[in-house]
């Protein structure tokens, strides 16, 4: 079974209502010290932040509070209560009618390019690029190229969003148009081929959960972008790949102040490139996928990508799944 796994400091939002509808998928949302003490919402467990010291003490203490990482707590829930499949979304993501992800795939189009793509660019002619690309790929105009895999073992799946997609300040500061994405067939990335990927409407198969593991001493607009990019080479290691689909949810955005998201942004484009060199030169075939997470982290430890103190944060979050 699959666990849709959001985090909210608001009463229950239309997507949170309208996720929660959908079975026999369970939905859990994380609350912080924000949300509403009388937080309800039918189809759907809530953890207050009671819950959360209560089931995960040590764990829970050791998490920031008002930070998007304490939506860990909510994949231990899941994954101790059985979870097959975790979806990552947001309150403000609506499901649309074709939302799901498929579990496998006989045959799809695959990019098969080095280093880091725009894969926007296969689903819109509009000049736009995900939250967390290289800032020097944004005016690289190029099409992909797209070649035929079949059969391919997908751990993670990305489903797009219409209308407010996940993108960087910088364009929404400079642009901010709204964005319909094309209608597709899904598109596989192959091995050494990068896009980032977010938690906004991701799905991630068991056997990868330990990728699930959100950095708590980085911001809060490179958290989930940052977990992406160490992602891909730990799934090269086990012969998977990254997947994504067309839009399978309507984003009505919560308020930002993007001149705080680009604060917030900063580090990512500083350090992206850094950090993916040092996720594939940690990631080994043959080691499990617990200690290629651990030695990326600790790679960028090193590097003060991150704190050393996020260490600690994973073997504890590794102890609970």
């Given at each position: 079974?699959?666990?849709i796994i959001?985090?909210?400091?608001?009463e229950p939002?239309e997507a949170?209502?309208?996720f929660?509808?959908?079975?026999p998928?369970?939905?859990?949302?994380?609350?912080d010290?924000?949300?509403?003490?009388?937080w309800?919402?039918?189809g759907?467990?809530f953890?207050?932040?009671?819950?959360?010291?209560e089931?995960?003490?040590?764990f829970a203490?050791?998490?920031p509070f008002?930070?998007?990482?304490?939506?860990?707590l909510?994949?231990?829930y899941?994954?101790?209560?059985?979870?097959t499949?975790i979806?990552d979304?947001d309150?403000?993501n609506?499901?649309l009618?074709?939302?799901?992800?498929p579990k496998?795939?006989?045959?799809a189009q695959?990019?098969?390019?080095?280093?880091?793509?725009?894969?926007?660019?296969l689903f819109t002619?509009?000049?736009?690029?995900?939250?967390?690309?290289?800032l020097k790929e944004?005016?690289n105009?190029?099409?992909?190229?797209t070649?035929?895999?079949?059969?391919?073992t997908?751990g993670v799946w990305?489903?797009?969003?219409?209308?407010?997609?996940?993108v960087?300040?910088?364009?929404?500061?400079?642009?901010?148009e709204?964005?319909a994405?094309?209608k597709?067939p899904?598109?596989?990335?192959?091995?050494?081929?990068?896009?980032?990927f977010?938690?906004?409407?991701?799905w991630?198969d068991q056997?990868?959960?330990?990728l699930?593991?959100?950095?708590t001493?980085?911001?809060?607009r490179?958290?989930?972008?940052?977990?992406?990019?160490i992602?891909q080479?730990?799934l090269w290691?086990?012969?998977?790949?990254?997947?994504f689909?067309?839009?399978?949810v309507r984003?009505?955005r919560?308020?930002?102040?993007?001149?705080k998201?680009f604060?917030s942004?900063?580090?990512m484009?500083?350090t992206?490139?850094?950090?993916?060199?040092?996720a594939?030169?940690?990631?080994?075939?043959?080691?499990?996928?617990k200690d290629n997470?651990?030695?990326?982290?600790d790679?960028l430890?090193?590097?003060?990508?991150?704190q050393?103190?996020?260490?600690?944060?994973i073997?504890?979050?590794?102890?609970?799944?």
């Amino acid at each position: 079974m699959d666990f849709i796994i959001i985090t909210s400091i608001f009463e229950p939002t239309e997507a949170v209502k309208k996720f929660a509808e959908i079975q026999p998928n369970r939905v859990v949302v994380v609350g912080d010290k924000k949300s509403p003490e009388n937080w309800v919402c039918e189809g759907a467990v809530f953890l207050s932040v009671k819950d959360q010291m209560e089931l995960y003490s040590e764990f829970a203490n050791s998490l920031p509070f008002n930070h998007y990482c304490r939506k860990m707590l909510g994949y231990v829930y899941a994954i101790q209560s059985g979870a097959t499949g975790i979806v990552d979304t947001d309150d403000d993501n609506i499901p649309l009618s074709n939302w799901g992800f498929p579990k496998q795939i006989d045959q799809a189009q695959s990019i098969n390019e080095s280093g880091f793509v725009n894969i926007y660019k296969l689903f819109t002619n509009h000049r736009i690029w995900p939250r967390g690309l290289p800032l020097k790929e944004i005016l690289n105009l190029e099409p992909l190229p797209t070649s035929t895999i079949s059969r391919p073992t997908v751990g993670v799946w990305q489903g797009l969003a219409d209308e407010d997609p996940d993108v960087d300040a910088i364009y929404r500061l400079v642009s901010d148009e709204h964005v319909a994405f094309s209608k597709r067939p899904p598109v596989i990335l192959e091995k050494n081929c990068v896009t980032p990927f977010n938690s906004q409407n991701t799905w991630i198969d068991q056997t990868f959960f330990p990728l699930l593991y959100l950095p708590t001493t980085v911001t809060f607009r490179y958290t989930d972008i940052l977990r992406g990019i160490i992602a891909q080479p730990v799934l090269w290691s086990e012969d998977a790949h990254l997947g994504f689909l067309e839009s399978t949810v309507r984003q009505l955005r919560n308020p930002h102040d993007y001149i705080k998201d680009f604060e917030s942004e900063i580090p990512m484009y500083l350090t992206i490139e850094k950090a993916l060199d040092i996720a594939i030169s940690r990631s080994k075939k043959g080691q499990t996928i617990k200690d290629n997470v651990y030695n990326i982290y600790d790679g960028l430890a090193e590097n003060e990508i991150v704190q050393a103190k996020e260490l600690k944060l994973i073997e504890l979050f590794f102890s609970h799944i």
